[in-house]
T-cell receptor
Framework: AQSVTQPDIHITVSEGASLELRCNYS??????LFWYVQSPGQGLQLLLK??????LVQGIKGFEAEFKRSQSSFNLRKPSVHWSDAAEYFC????????????FGRGTSLIVHP | EAQVTQNPRYLITVTGKKLTVTCSQN?????MSWYRQDPGLGLRQIYY???????DKGDVPEGYKVSRKEKRNFPLILESPSPNQTSLYFC???????????FGPGTRLTVT
């Protein structure tokens, strides 16, 4: 069975600082990987995805993520955080050619200080 | 505008009173699904539908029903709601499979 772990429940950064949100997954093969963002009172929006190929993927809003097979990780990064990035971030795993049920992590809440 | 809509956005009801939350998408997506979001638990899938002919259980289907009579609509039905179904519910759709999903704005349900 697949699983996703987001080790950090909350992350606090100062505006302008760099950001890294951690995501570790468990799956028998290379899964499909996603990061979603949920702003307060909103639904989830896809930030970026990894299916195959280049392990460094670029997303919207200046975010990027790197797939590291050896570490079973898919960490999300941004070089300079803006106050509007304050939100809940979810990592998700989708199985290839099998289950149609994705697995979401429990989320990391990003707090941005001015 | 491409979107997933849900109605109602907020609902307070009493135990046992049947309710339906509607979900509609205008992107001609094949795959639709329902999730519930609870604090500290992330999102858990309730039901999904690969297309109008295939609907199946997700991780937490107990107490819920769904219907996919046409491609654009995927209502969630609680025939006898209980307080443990108090949650934030999201409908989502994607072209094929649970991959690049588009989410609705959410329905906050309270069952007393």
């Amino acid at each position: 069975a697949q699983s996703v772990t987001q080790p950090d429940i909350h992350i606090t950064v100062s505006e302008g600082a760099s950001l890294e949100l951690r995501c570790n997954y468990s799956y028998g093969a290379t899964p499909y990987l996603f990061w979603y963002v949920q702003s307060p009172g909103q639904g989830l929006q896809l930030l970026l995805k990894y299916f195959s190929g280049d392990t460094l993927v670029q997303g919207i809003k200046g975010f990027e993520a790197e797939f590291k097979r050896s570490q079973s990780s898919f960490n999300l990064r941004k070089p300079s955080v803006h106050w509007s990035d304050a939100a809940e971030y979810f990592c998700a795993v989708g199985a290839r050619g099998g289950s149609y049920i994705p697995t979401f992590g429990r989320g990391t809440s990003l707090i941005v200080h001015p | 505008e491409a979107q997933v809509t849900q109605n109602p956005r907020y609902l307070i009801t009493v135990t046992g009173k049947k309710l339906t939350v509607t979900c509609s998408q205008n992107m001609n997506h094949e795959y639709m699904s329902w999730y519930r979001q609870d604090p500290g638990l992330g999102l858990r899938q309730i039901y999904y539908s690969m297309n109008v002919e295939v609907t199946d259980k997700g991780d937490v289907p107990e107490g819920y029903k769904v219907s996919r009579k046409e491609k654009r609509n995927f209502p969630l039905i609680l025939e006898s709601p209980s307080p443990n179904q108090t949650s934030l519910y999201f409908c989502a759709s994607s072209l094929r499979g649970p991959y690049e999903q588009y989410f609705g704005p959410g329905t906050r349900l309270t069952v007393t």
